[in-house]
Protein backbone atom coordinates (compact mmCIF):
# COMPACT_ATOMS: atom_id res chain seq x y z
CA UNK A 1 0.00 0.00 0.00
CA UNK A 2 1.34 3.66 -0.92
CA UNK A 3 0.67 7.01 -1.59
CA UNK A 4 1.31 8.37 -4.45
CA UNK A 5 -0.30 11.58 -4.28
CA UNK A 6 -0.88 13.62 -1.07
CA UNK A 7 -2.96 16.83 -0.68
CA UNK A 8 -3.70 19.30 2.36
CA UNK A 9 -5.57 22.11 2.77
CA UNK A 10 -6.52 24.67 5.67
CA UNK A 11 -5.21 21.45 7.54
CA UNK A 12 -3.42 22.27 10.80
CA UNK A 13 -0.12 24.80 9.88
CA UNK A 14 -0.90 24.27 6.00
CA UNK A 15 -2.89 26.58 3.63
CA UNK A 16 -2.24 24.61 1.05
CA UNK A 17 0.15 21.23 0.33
CA UNK A 18 0.58 18.89 -2.29
CA UNK A 19 3.23 16.00 -2.63
CA UNK A 20 3.88 13.60 -5.40
CA UNK A 21 5.57 10.38 -4.06
CA UNK A 22 7.84 7.89 -6.04
CA UNK A 23 10.18 6.19 -3.34
CA UNK A 24 8.57 4.14 -0.99
CA UNK A 25 10.69 6.07 1.84
CA UNK A 26 9.34 9.83 2.48
CA UNK A 27 12.06 11.88 5.24
CA UNK A 28 10.54 14.77 6.28
CA UNK A 29 13.28 17.29 8.16
CA UNK A 30 13.27 20.28 9.94
CA UNK A 31 13.47 22.13 13.12
CA UNK A 32 10.72 21.39 16.12
CA UNK A 33 7.55 22.89 15.32
CA UNK A 34 7.97 23.13 11.10
CA UNK A 35 4.81 21.10 10.45
CA UNK A 36 6.62 17.36 10.40
CA UNK A 37 4.16 15.59 12.41
CA UNK A 38 1.21 17.36 10.63
CA UNK A 39 1.37 15.55 7.96
CA UNK A 40 1.96 12.48 9.68
CA UNK A 41 -1.29 13.24 11.00
CA UNK A 42 -2.70 14.31 8.07
CA UNK A 43 -1.94 10.84 6.11
CA UNK A 44 -3.20 9.24 9.64
CA UNK A 45 -6.75 10.41 8.71
CA UNK A 46 -6.68 7.87 5.56
CA UNK A 47 -7.87 5.55 8.20
CA UNK A 48 -11.07 5.59 10.09
CA UNK A 49 -10.65 7.26 13.65
CA UNK A 50 -9.41 10.56 14.90
CA UNK A 51 -5.94 10.35 14.04
CA UNK A 52 -2.67 9.86 15.38
CA UNK A 53 -3.06 13.00 17.87
CA UNK A 54 -6.84 11.86 18.62
CA UNK A 55 -7.84 15.57 17.55
CA UNK A 56 -10.85 16.78 18.17
CA UNK A 57 -12.15 17.60 14.03
CA UNK A 58 -12.70 21.34 15.07
CA UNK A 59 -8.85 21.84 16.33
CA UNK A 60 -7.08 20.93 12.92
CA UNK A 61 -8.48 23.25 10.60
CA UNK A 62 -5.67 25.80 9.78
CA UNK A 63 -6.07 29.29 13.02
CA UNK A 64 -4.98 31.91 10.71
CA UNK A 65 -3.40 34.30 12.28
CA UNK A 66 -5.09 38.18 12.59
CA UNK A 67 -8.02 36.80 11.69
CA UNK A 68 -11.25 35.93 13.85
CA UNK A 69 -12.30 33.79 10.98
CA UNK A 70 -12.02 30.27 12.54
CA UNK A 71 -11.72 28.32 9.26
CA UNK A 72 -13.60 25.29 9.75
CA UNK A 73 -13.19 22.78 6.63
CA UNK A 74 -10.11 21.35 6.61
CA UNK A 75 -9.26 18.47 3.83
CA UNK A 76 -6.95 15.83 3.22
CA UNK A 77 -6.72 14.11 -0.36
CA UNK A 78 -4.83 11.49 -1.68
CA UNK A 79 -4.40 9.22 -4.62
CA UNK A 80 -3.88 5.69 -2.90
CA UNK A 81 -2.47 2.27 -3.92
CA UNK A 82 -4.68 0.33 -1.59
CA UNK A 83 -6.31 -3.49 -1.36
CA UNK A 84 -7.98 -4.21 -4.67
CA UNK A 85 -6.70 -1.23 -6.66
CA UNK A 86 -5.58 2.52 -6.79
CA UNK A 87 -8.21 4.80 -4.82
CA UNK A 88 -8.92 9.12 -4.62
CA UNK A 89 -9.92 9.72 -0.98
CA UNK A 90 -10.79 12.67 0.70
CA UNK A 91 -11.76 13.32 3.61
CA UNK A 92 -12.42 16.48 6.14
CA UNK A 93 -15.09 18.14 8.15
CA UNK A 94 -18.75 17.67 6.29
CA UNK A 95 -20.79 20.25 8.32
CA UNK A 96 -21.04 21.18 11.37
CA UNK A 97 -24.25 19.36 13.33
CA UNK A 98 -26.13 20.46 16.22
CA UNK A 99 -24.58 20.55 19.87
CA UNK A 100 -21.30 21.56 18.09
CA UNK A 101 -20.10 18.61 17.28
CA UNK A 102 -18.00 18.06 13.85
CA UNK A 103 -18.60 15.19 12.04
CA UNK A 104 -15.89 13.97 9.24
CA UNK A 105 -16.82 13.52 5.91
CA UNK A 106 -15.05 10.68 3.88
CA UNK A 107 -15.54 10.36 -0.36
CA UNK A 108 -13.81 7.37 -1.75
CA UNK A 109 -13.30 8.48 -6.19
CA UNK A 110 -15.83 11.32 -5.57
CA UNK A 111 -18.36 9.38 -4.19
CA UNK A 112 -19.86 10.12 -0.16
CA UNK A 113 -19.37 6.86 1.65
CA UNK A 114 -21.59 6.02 5.12
CA UNK A 115 -18.95 6.03 7.88
CA UNK A 116 -15.30 5.67 7.82
CA UNK A 117 -14.97 2.10 7.37
CA UNK A 118 -14.53 1.78 3.77
CA UNK A 119 -11.07 3.60 4.22
CA UNK A 120 -10.18 0.91 6.26
CA UNK A 121 -11.04 -2.22 4.03
CA UNK A 122 -8.62 -0.79 1.83
CA UNK A 123 -5.56 1.31 3.63
CA UNK A 124 -4.09 0.56 6.34
CA UNK A 125 -1.58 2.75 8.66
CA UNK A 126 0.50 1.90 11.06
CA UNK A 127 2.10 4.93 13.41
CA UNK A 128 4.59 5.32 16.08
CA UNK A 129 4.65 8.55 17.58
CA UNK A 130 6.76 9.85 20.87
CA UNK A 131 3.66 9.55 22.87
CA UNK A 132 3.40 6.19 22.49
CA UNK A 133 6.26 5.59 24.35
CA UNK A 134 4.71 6.48 27.67
CA UNK A 135 2.47 3.43 26.73
CA UNK A 136 3.78 1.18 28.77
CA UNK A 137 3.86 3.48 32.23
CA UNK A 138 0.24 4.85 31.64
CA UNK A 139 -3.09 3.50 32.33
CA UNK A 140 -4.22 0.25 30.51
CA UNK A 141 -6.88 2.15 28.20
CA UNK A 142 -3.41 3.74 25.64
CA UNK A 143 -2.38 0.25 25.62
CA UNK A 144 -5.79 -1.46 24.41
CA UNK A 145 -5.92 1.60 22.23
CA UNK A 146 -2.89 0.44 20.44
CA UNK A 147 -3.47 -2.90 20.32
CA UNK A 148 -6.96 -2.46 18.64
CA UNK A 149 -5.05 -0.19 16.09
CA UNK A 150 -3.11 -3.18 16.07
CA UNK A 151 -6.02 -5.50 15.06
CA UNK A 152 -7.61 -2.88 12.45
CA UNK A 153 -5.14 -3.83 9.87
CA UNK A 154 -6.29 -7.52 9.92
CA UNK A 155 -10.21 -6.75 11.11
CA UNK A 156 -11.67 -3.69 9.17
CA UNK A 157 -14.85 -4.67 11.24
CA UNK A 158 -12.92 -3.86 14.99
CA UNK A 159 -13.45 -0.32 14.28
CA UNK A 160 -16.94 -0.43 14.09
CA UNK A 161 -17.31 -2.70 17.09
CA UNK A 162 -15.44 -0.48 19.24
CA UNK A 163 -18.02 2.26 18.39
CA UNK A 164 -20.99 0.20 19.14
CA UNK A 165 -20.19 -0.96 22.44
CA UNK A 166 -18.60 2.08 23.70
CA UNK A 167 -22.08 4.07 22.92
CA UNK A 168 -24.26 1.10 24.50
CA UNK A 169 -22.16 1.16 27.45
CA UNK A 170 -22.60 4.56 27.51
CA UNK A 171 -26.67 4.72 26.89
CA UNK A 172 -26.37 2.23 29.48
CA UNK A 173 -24.25 3.93 32.52
CA UNK A 174 -26.35 6.64 31.69
CA UNK A 175 -29.71 4.98 32.34
CA UNK A 176 -28.51 3.52 35.67
CA UNK A 177 -27.31 6.66 36.73
CA UNK A 178 -30.36 8.64 36.75
CA UNK A 179 -32.21 5.89 37.89
CA UNK A 180 -30.06 5.57 41.06
CA UNK A 181 -29.35 9.64 41.30
CA UNK A 182 -32.48 10.95 39.52
CA UNK A 183 -34.97 8.30 40.56
CA UNK A 184 -36.00 8.28 36.89
CA UNK A 185 -37.07 4.53 36.34
CA UNK A 186 -34.83 2.94 33.72
CA UNK A 187 -36.60 0.95 30.87
CA UNK A 188 -35.90 -2.95 31.58
CA UNK A 189 -36.61 -3.86 27.90
CA UNK A 190 -34.27 -1.12 27.16
CA UNK A 191 -31.32 -2.24 29.51
CA UNK A 192 -31.53 -5.59 28.00
CA UNK A 193 -31.28 -3.92 24.56
CA UNK A 194 -28.16 -2.06 25.66
CA UNK A 195 -26.79 -5.12 27.52
CA UNK A 196 -27.15 -7.29 24.29
CA UNK A 197 -25.04 -4.99 21.85
CA UNK A 198 -22.84 -4.77 25.38
CA UNK A 199 -22.39 -8.50 25.21
CA UNK A 200 -22.20 -9.59 21.45
CA UNK A 201 -19.97 -6.53 20.82
CA UNK A 202 -17.80 -7.06 23.92
CA UNK A 203 -17.15 -10.41 23.51
CA UNK A 204 -16.07 -10.09 19.62
CA UNK A 205 -13.72 -7.45 20.62
CA UNK A 206 -12.17 -9.60 23.30
CA UNK A 207 -11.64 -12.30 20.13
CA UNK A 208 -10.04 -10.01 17.84
CA UNK A 209 -7.76 -9.13 20.31
CA UNK A 210 -6.91 -12.43 21.39
CA UNK A 211 -7.03 -14.04 18.02
CA UNK A 212 -4.39 -10.83 16.82
CA UNK A 213 -2.10 -11.69 19.82
CA UNK A 214 -1.86 -15.60 19.31
CA UNK A 215 -1.40 -15.54 16.06
CA UNK A 216 1.43 -11.58 16.18
CA UNK A 217 3.31 -13.64 19.07
CA UNK A 218 5.26 -16.58 16.70
CA UNK A 219 6.73 -13.40 14.70
CA UNK A 220 7.04 -10.90 18.20
CA UNK A 221 8.92 -13.71 19.18
CA UNK A 222 12.01 -13.95 16.70
CA UNK A 223 12.63 -10.35 17.03
CA UNK A 224 14.48 -8.57 14.11
CA UNK A 225 18.00 -7.82 14.19
CA UNK A 226 18.78 -5.56 16.85
CA UNK A 227 15.28 -4.98 17.97
CA UNK A 228 14.11 -6.88 21.27
CA UNK A 229 11.77 -10.21 20.92
CA UNK A 230 8.32 -9.50 22.60
CA UNK A 231 5.59 -11.84 24.46
CA UNK A 232 2.25 -10.05 24.36
CA UNK A 233 -0.69 -11.32 26.02
CA UNK A 234 -4.54 -10.23 26.56
CA UNK A 235 -5.47 -10.94 30.07
CA UNK A 236 -9.03 -10.22 31.65
CA UNK A 237 -12.25 -12.07 33.15
CA UNK A 238 -13.49 -12.15 29.70
CA UNK A 239 -10.47 -13.53 28.21
CA UNK A 240 -9.93 -15.97 30.32
CA UNK A 241 -13.50 -17.18 29.96
CA UNK A 242 -12.98 -17.17 26.14
CA UNK A 243 -10.01 -19.55 27.23
CA UNK A 244 -12.18 -21.99 29.22
CA UNK A 245 -15.33 -22.23 27.60
CA UNK A 246 -17.50 -21.64 23.86
CA UNK A 247 -17.94 -18.10 23.08
CA UNK A 248 -21.47 -18.31 23.67
CA UNK A 249 -21.25 -19.57 27.16
CA UNK A 250 -18.95 -16.65 27.77
CA UNK A 251 -22.08 -14.38 26.31
CA UNK A 252 -24.24 -15.63 29.02
CA UNK A 253 -22.04 -14.70 31.95
CA UNK A 254 -21.38 -11.93 30.75
CA UNK A 255 -25.14 -10.81 30.47
CA UNK A 256 -25.93 -12.58 33.76
CA UNK A 257 -23.60 -10.21 35.31
CA UNK A 258 -24.35 -7.22 33.70
CA UNK A 259 -27.41 -7.60 34.54
CA UNK A 260 -26.67 -8.48 38.04
CA UNK A 261 -24.76 -4.98 38.25
CA UNK A 262 -27.22 -2.93 36.98
CA UNK A 263 -28.26 -1.91 40.69
CA UNK A 264 -24.90 -1.59 41.80
CA UNK A 265 -23.48 0.22 38.56
CA UNK A 266 -23.33 3.46 40.73
CA UNK A 267 -20.92 1.73 43.39
CA UNK A 268 -18.10 -0.13 41.88
CA UNK A 269 -19.41 -3.28 42.80
CA UNK A 270 -20.08 -5.77 39.97
CA UNK A 271 -17.29 -3.91 37.26
CA UNK A 272 -14.15 -5.86 35.93
CA UNK A 273 -15.28 -8.12 33.50
CA UNK A 274 -15.81 -6.90 29.73
CA UNK A 275 -13.08 -5.55 27.06
CA UNK A 276 -12.78 -2.15 28.64
CA UNK A 277 -10.73 -3.85 31.82
CA UNK A 278 -8.50 -6.10 29.75
CA UNK A 279 -4.67 -5.47 30.56
CA UNK A 280 -2.48 -5.79 27.13
CA UNK A 281 1.17 -6.77 28.62
CA UNK A 282 4.24 -7.08 26.79
CA UNK A 283 6.79 -8.42 27.85
CA UNK A 284 10.96 -7.66 27.03
CA UNK A 285 11.86 -11.80 26.69
CA UNK A 286 15.15 -11.96 26.63
CA UNK A 287 15.42 -9.74 29.37
CA UNK A 288 12.49 -11.11 31.14
CA UNK A 289 11.33 -7.73 31.83
CA UNK A 290 7.76 -6.51 31.69
CA UNK A 291 8.35 -3.21 29.81
CA UNK A 292 7.22 -1.39 31.86
CA UNK A 293 10.36 -2.13 33.50
CA UNK A 294 12.47 -1.45 30.58
CA UNK A 295 13.90 1.53 29.76
CA UNK A 296 12.98 4.11 27.13
CA UNK A 297 15.16 2.80 24.65
CA UNK A 298 13.98 -0.30 25.49
CA UNK A 299 10.50 0.86 25.42
CA UNK A 300 11.00 2.12 21.99
CA UNK A 301 12.80 -1.05 20.72
CA UNK A 302 10.27 -2.62 21.56
CA UNK A 303 7.38 -1.07 20.35
CA UNK A 304 9.11 -0.70 16.62
CA UNK A 305 9.41 -4.57 16.77
CA UNK A 306 5.85 -4.78 17.50
CA UNK A 307 4.77 -2.84 15.09
CA UNK A 308 7.54 -4.45 12.25
CA UNK A 309 6.12 -7.76 13.11
CA UNK A 310 2.54 -6.46 12.63
CA UNK A 311 3.65 -5.04 9.20
CA UNK A 312 4.85 -8.06 8.43
CA UNK A 313 1.90 -10.46 9.45
CA UNK A 314 -0.31 -8.13 7.60
CA UNK A 315 1.56 -8.50 4.42
CA UNK A 316 1.47 -12.61 4.80
CA UNK A 317 -2.13 -12.73 5.60
CA UNK A 318 -3.77 -9.86 3.50
CA UNK A 319 -1.26 -9.79 1.15
CA UNK A 320 -0.45 -6.01 1.66
CA UNK A 321 1.81 -4.27 3.42
CA UNK A 322 0.84 -1.46 5.62
CA UNK A 323 1.86 2.27 5.64
CA UNK A 324 4.65 2.88 8.46
CA UNK A 325 4.03 6.41 10.23
CA UNK A 326 7.04 6.92 12.13
CA UNK A 327 7.38 9.92 14.20
CA UNK A 328 10.88 11.23 15.53
CA UNK A 329 12.15 7.48 14.91
CA UNK A 330 15.95 8.30 14.94
CA UNK A 331 15.46 9.78 18.52
CA UNK A 332 16.45 7.62 21.57
CA UNK A 333 17.53 4.46 18.95
CA UNK A 334 21.33 4.27 18.06
CA UNK A 335 23.12 3.93 15.05
CA UNK A 336 22.72 0.21 14.92
CA UNK A 337 19.66 -0.19 15.27
CA UNK A 338 18.75 2.68 12.90
CA UNK A 339 20.44 1.29 10.30
CA UNK A 340 18.66 -2.81 10.68
CA UNK A 341 15.25 -0.55 10.90
CA UNK A 342 16.06 1.36 7.56
CA UNK A 343 17.24 -2.32 6.16
CA UNK A 344 14.33 -4.17 7.44
CA UNK A 345 11.91 -1.13 5.97
CA UNK A 346 13.56 -2.08 2.66
CA UNK A 347 13.24 -5.90 2.69
CA UNK A 348 9.63 -5.30 3.96
CA UNK A 349 9.06 -3.44 0.81
CA UNK A 350 7.08 -0.92 2.67
CA UNK A 351 5.76 2.74 2.02
CA UNK A 352 7.12 4.76 5.28
CA UNK A 353 7.17 8.22 6.19
CA UNK A 354 9.87 9.15 8.91
CA UNK A 355 10.76 12.62 10.52
CA UNK A 356 13.49 13.79 12.71
CA UNK A 357 15.62 16.93 13.64
CA UNK A 358 18.58 15.59 12.45
CA UNK A 359 18.75 15.36 8.37
CA UNK A 360 21.95 13.83 9.08
CA UNK A 361 20.30 10.73 10.61
CA UNK A 362 18.99 9.53 7.12
CA UNK A 363 21.58 9.91 4.96
CA UNK A 364 22.34 6.67 4.07
CA UNK A 365 18.64 6.74 2.66
CA UNK A 366 19.93 8.68 -0.53
CA UNK A 367 18.73 7.78 -3.34
CA UNK A 368 16.11 5.29 -1.68
CA UNK A 369 13.84 8.30 -0.26
CA UNK A 370 12.32 11.55 -0.99
CA UNK A 371 14.11 14.26 1.72
CA UNK A 372 11.41 17.22 2.04
CA UNK A 373 12.67 19.80 4.17
CA UNK A 374 10.39 21.58 6.24
CA UNK A 375 10.72 24.82 7.58
CA UNK A 376 7.74 27.03 9.01
CA UNK A 377 5.50 25.06 7.10
CA UNK A 378 7.24 25.19 3.94
CA UNK A 379 8.32 21.88 2.52
CA UNK A 380 11.04 22.02 0.22
CA UNK A 381 12.62 18.78 -1.73
CA UNK A 382 16.31 18.26 -1.15
CA UNK A 383 19.14 16.01 -1.80
CA UNK A 384 20.88 14.27 1.15
CA UNK A 385 23.78 15.47 2.72
N1 LIG B 1 -4.96 24.26 13.76
C1 LIG B 1 -3.75 24.79 13.54
N2 LIG B 1 -3.61 25.89 12.77
C2 LIG B 1 -2.40 26.43 12.53
N3 LIG B 1 -1.25 25.93 13.03
C3 LIG B 1 -1.34 24.84 13.81
C4 LIG B 1 -2.59 24.19 14.10
N4 LIG B 1 -2.35 23.14 14.90
C5 LIG B 1 -1.01 23.10 15.09
N5 LIG B 1 -0.41 24.12 14.45
C6 LIG B 1 1.02 24.45 14.39
O1 LIG B 1 1.70 23.54 13.58
C7 LIG B 1 3.08 23.70 13.86
C8 LIG B 1 3.85 22.44 13.46
O2 LIG B 1 3.49 21.35 14.25
P1 LIG B 1 4.15 19.91 14.07
O3 LIG B 1 3.85 19.35 12.74
O4 LIG B 1 3.75 19.15 15.25
O5 LIG B 1 5.72 20.25 14.15
P2 LIG B 1 6.97 19.28 14.10
O6 LIG B 1 7.72 19.66 12.84
O7 LIG B 1 7.77 19.61 15.31
O8 LIG B 1 6.49 17.89 14.07
C9 LIG B 1 3.16 24.10 15.31
O9 LIG B 1 3.88 25.28 15.41
C10 LIG B 1 1.71 24.32 15.73
O10 LIG B 1 1.55 25.47 16.47
MG1 LIG C 1 6.71 16.49 15.58
Known sequence: MAIRRLSLSNFRCYSSLRLTIEFPIIVLTGPNGAGKTNILEAISFLVPGRG????????????????????????????????????????GISQEIPMGRLKRAVKIDGQLMKGQSSLGEKLSVLWLTPDMQRLFNEGPSSRRRFLDRLVFGFDPAHAGRLKSFDKSLRERSLLIQNEAVLGKKADPDWLDILENTIVEKGVAISAARVALVDRLNPACGMGIGPFPS????????????????PAVEAEDLYRSSLKKSRKLASTNLGKGIGPNYSEFFV????????????????????????????????????????ILLLDEIAAHV??????????????????????????????????????????????????FT
Open 52 to 91: LRAANLGDVALTARNTHNHIKNWAVSATVAGCGGTYEFGT
Open 230 to 245: ASLSVVGVLESWLSEM
Open 283 to 322: EHISKEMPASQCSTGEQKALLISIVLANARLQSLERNAMP
Open 334 to 383: DEARRAALFSELGDLGAQAWMTGADPSFFTQLSGLAHNFSINNSKVTEIP
